[in-house]
């Protein structure tokens, strides 16, 4: 994992390399990894499904960006 070789502070550590950490020699905590790792998906999953029209909107308009003719989207009420 390149993040925790460059990174030098335990205070900056990212969430992937803690999860990574909690793996000893011998056995992986399956419970906690799998708990921690829901943990963490969920804000990104409530950001992403808040912000779904926005998210789609922008990856529509540079679909159609640059188009010599009105570009239609089936399921948008709208030309772009």
Known sequence: MLSQVLNQYEDYRTVVVG?????????????????AGLITIFPLLAMV??????????????FCYG??????????????
């Open 19 to 35: 999860l990574a950490l909690y793996q000893t020699t011998h056995t992986i905590p399956f419970g906690v990894v799998a708990a």
């Open 49 to 62: 499904l808040l912000f779904q029209k926005n998210i789609l909107g922008g990856i529509m308009e540079g």
């Open 67 to 80: 188009k010599s003719v009105p570009c239609y989207v089936a399921g948008w009420n709208s030309w772009y």
